[in-house]
């Protein structure tokens, strides 16, 4: 059974920094690239961030472009997302997502995720 | 203000059948395939059409997707109490070069 189990979700001061993890099991992790999604309180669902399964090849939304980094490891099965420069936009529930297909080269994301973890939320505030 | 637009909410009664639209351009919805997920109150989203017109095992025959020109619709016959979610349109974009998700639209079974 697959199962995504994210952490680190906290409350942290405007300008902080927070490392979010997302534990993998009952998979191949290194065979498929994962993806960050979130969602902020009342609102709709926001692509953050993805990694090929490799790790070779990241893509960031524009919103959190040069203040989040992705990486995964494979030997331990976990995804990351470092979060730094945090503001009150970035607070929500953040979703790690396993991409349903095995790609042999991650040129683009496609937003096809056939397993979500239950979120852990981030809540930036002073 | 979302890339692809879908109406805030719709509604039916107990085996009607819904359409949930979702509205993109040429660029998202027009050359790519569309994906729908389910999100029901205070559980992770759920993919429940993928390649705009194809369902995973496990997800009811009530549920369809189609696709045409820039727009998508979900269709959702025989509604059911436990339909009541939040659904998701989301589609790669070749202009943005980003995944872009709908606004999501909320259905109520009355």
């Known amino acids: 059974e697959v199962q995504l189990l994210e952490s680190g979700g906290t409350l942290v001061q405007p300008g902080g920094s927070l490392r979010l993890s997302c534990a993998a099991s009952g998979f191949t992790f290194s065979s498929y690239a994962m993806s960050w999604v979130r969602q902020a309180p009342g609102k709709g669902l926001e692509w953050v961030a993805s990694?090929?399964?490799?790790?070779?090849?990241?893509f960031f939304a524009d919103s959190v472009r040069g203040r989040f980094t992705i990486s995964r490891d494979n030997s331990k099965n976990t995804l990351y997302l470092q979060m730094n420069s945090l503001t009150a936009d970035d607070t929500a529930l953040y979703y790690c997502a396993k991409d349903a297909l095995q790609r042999i080269r991650m040129i683009v994301v496609v937003p096809y995720f056939n397993y979500w973890g239950q979120g852990t939320l981030v809540t930036v505030s002073s | 203000q979302s890339v692809l637009t879908q109406p805030p909410s719709a509604s039916g009664t107990p085996g009607q059948r819904v359409t949930i639209s979702c509205y993109g351009s040429s660029s998202n919805i027009g050359s790519n395939s569309i994906y729908w997920y389910q999100q029901l109150p205070g559980m992770a989203p759920k993919l429940l059409i993928h390649?705009?017109?194809h369902r995973p095992s496990g997800v009811p025959d009530r549920f369809s997707g189609s696709k045409s020109g820039t727009s998508a619709s979900l269709v959702i016959s025989g509604l059911r109490s436990e339909d009541e979610a939040d659904y998701y349109c989301?589609?790669?974009?070749?202009?943005?070069?980003?995944?872009?998700f709908g606004g999501g639209t909320t259905l109520t079974v009355l």
């Open positions: 990694i090929s399964d490799s790790g070779g090849s990241t």
């Open positions: 989301a589609a790669w974009d070749d202009s943005l070069s980003t995944p872009v």
């Open positions: 390649s705009s017109n």
